[in-house]
C-alpha cells in the first residue's frame, strides 16, 4: 500500500485537480445561473439542462458535431487503412513517407488551419487551379454554407490520417508473415489473406482509431474558431465545444455552457462507451 501511495499519489493528485475537480466545479455552476458580471448567483436547478434541448442554436451545433464526427471517424480510418497497407513494406523511401503522413499530426492547429484557409479561399490555390483547367464558378470552400462544413471535416481529417496511419502500420506489424506466407501456398489471394488474416487481427488498432477520432471530432474547437467561426451563415460550422466557449467566455452565460459541456461530457462518454462495447465485442468474435 505504501509503495502504491508513494508512486501513486502525485499521479492521482494531478488526475483529481486537473480533470475530476473541474468537471465537479463546472457540475456545480451549471446548476445556476453564474455570471462574473452580473452578481449574485442563484440556484436554477435543472433548468439550464431543459433550456439547452429547447435552444435552436444547441440543437444545431449538435447536428453539426455529429455530421463533422461521422467525417473524422470514417475518412482517417478508411484512408489510413489503405495507405498504411501501401506503406507496410521496408526501405528508406516508405520510412521518408510514414513520416511525411504523420507529420500533420504533430503540428499547431492554428497553422494546419491557416494554411488551409490559404488553400480554400475563394481566391486559393485549389480555386485558382479549377480555374485554370476551365471551371468558371468553382465552389466557395469556406464561404458557402453547403460547403464550409464538409470542408472542415476534410481539414481536421487530413491532420489525422496520420495517426491513423501509424496505428495501422503498427497493427500490420503484428500480422504473422509465416501465416501469410502459408495462406499464400494453399491458394489464398491478397484479398482473401486481408479479409480473413490481415483484417481480423486488424481489429484492435481499428478501435483505437475509432474511439480517438470519435473524441477528437467532438471536442474540436480551434480549426473552427481560426477557419470558420462558426459561419458561414448562423451557426453552420458551430460545434459544442465551439458553442461552449462562445456561451462561457463571450457572452459571460458561464453556468449555461457548463451545463453544456456536462452535456457534451456526458455525450461523449455514452458514445465512446458504446464504440467500445461494438469494436471489443468484435475483436473477442474474431
Keep these: 500500500m505504501l509503495h502504491f501511495l508513494t508512486f501513486g499519489a502525485p499521479g492521482i493528485a494531478v488526475y483529481v485537480c486537473f480533470v475530476l475537480a473541474p468537471i465537479v466545479v463546472s457540475f456545480g455552476y451549471s446548476l445556476t445561473n453564474y455570471n462574473p458580471f452580473n452578481p449574485p448567483t442563484e440556484y436554477v436547478g435543472l433548468r439550464n439542462y431543459r433550456l439547452l434541448f429547447q435552444d435552436p442554436e444547441f440543437l444545431m451545433s449538435l447536428r453539426v458535431t455529429t455530421i463533422l464526427t461521422?467525417?473524422?471517424?470514417?475518412?482517417?480510418?478508411?484512408?489510413?487503412?489503405?495507405?498504411?497497407?501501401?506503406?507496410?513494406?521496408?526501405?528508406?523511401?516508405?520510412?521518408?513517407?510514414?513520416?511525411?503522413?504523420?507529420?500533420?499530426?504533430?503540428?499547431?492547429?492554428?497553422?494546419?488551419?491557416?494554411?488551409?484557409?490559404?488553400?480554400?479561399?475563394?481566391?486559393?490555390?485549389?480555386?485558382?487551379?479549377?480555374?485554370?483547367?476551365?471551371?468558371?464558378?468553382?465552389?466557395?470552400?469556406?464561404?458557402?454554407?453547403?460547403?464550409?462544413?464538409?470542408?472542415?471535416?476534410?481539414?481536421?481529417?487530413?491532420?489525422?490520417?496520420?495517426?491513423?496511419?501509424?496505428?495501422?502500420?503498427?497493427?500490420?506489424?503484428?500480422?504473422?508473415?509465416?501465416?501469410?506466407?502459408?495462406?499464400?501456398?494453399?491458394?489464398?489471394?491478397?484479398?482473401?489473406?486481408?479479409?480473413?488474416?490481415?483484417w481480423p487481427m486488424l481489429a484492435p488498432a481499428l478501435t483505437i482509431n475509432t474511439v480517438v477520432m470519435l473524441i477528437t471530432a467532438f471536442k474540436v474547437y480551434d480549426h473552427v474558431q481560426v477557419i470558420t467561426k462558426g459561419g458561414p451563415g448562423s451557426g453552420t460550422t458551430a460545434t459544442i465545444a465551439y458553442n461552449v466557449i462562445q456561451t462561457g467566455f463571450v457572452a459571460n452565460r458561464q453556468g449555461y455552457a457548463s451545463a453544456m459541456a456536462i452535456t457534451m461530457l456526458v455525450i461523449i462518454a455514452g458514445a465512446t462507451a458504446v464504440v467500445l462495447k461494438i469494436l471489443q465485442r468484435r475483436e473477442v468474435q474474431l
Design 70 to 198: 461521422v467525417i473524422v471517424v470514417v475518412v482517417p480510418n478508411v484512408l489510413g487503412l489503405a495507405i498504411a497497407l501501401v506503406l507496410d513494406r521496408r526501405g528508406w523511401f516508405y520510412n521518408a513517407l510514414r513520416t511525411v503522413f504523420f507529420t500533420p499530426v504533430v503540428l499547431s492547429t492554428v497553422v494546419v488551419s491557416i494554411i488551409w484557409v490559404r488553400l480554400m479561399a475563394d481566391d486559393g490555390l485549389i480555386n485558382q487551379s479549377l480555374r485554370g483547367l476551365g471551371v468558371d464558378d468553382p465552389p466557395g470552400w469556406l464561404s458557402d454554407p453547403s460547403y464550409a462544413l464538409y470542408s472542415l471535416g476534410i481539414i481536421l481529417s487530413w491532420q489525422m490520417l496520420g495517426f491513423c496511419v501509424v496505428v495501422y502500420l503498427a497493427g500490420l506489424q503484428g500480422v504473422p508473415g509465416d501465416l501469410l506466407e502459408a495462406a499464400a501456398i494453399d491458394g489464398a489471394g491478397p484479398v482473401a489473406r486481408f479479409r480473413h488474416i490481415t
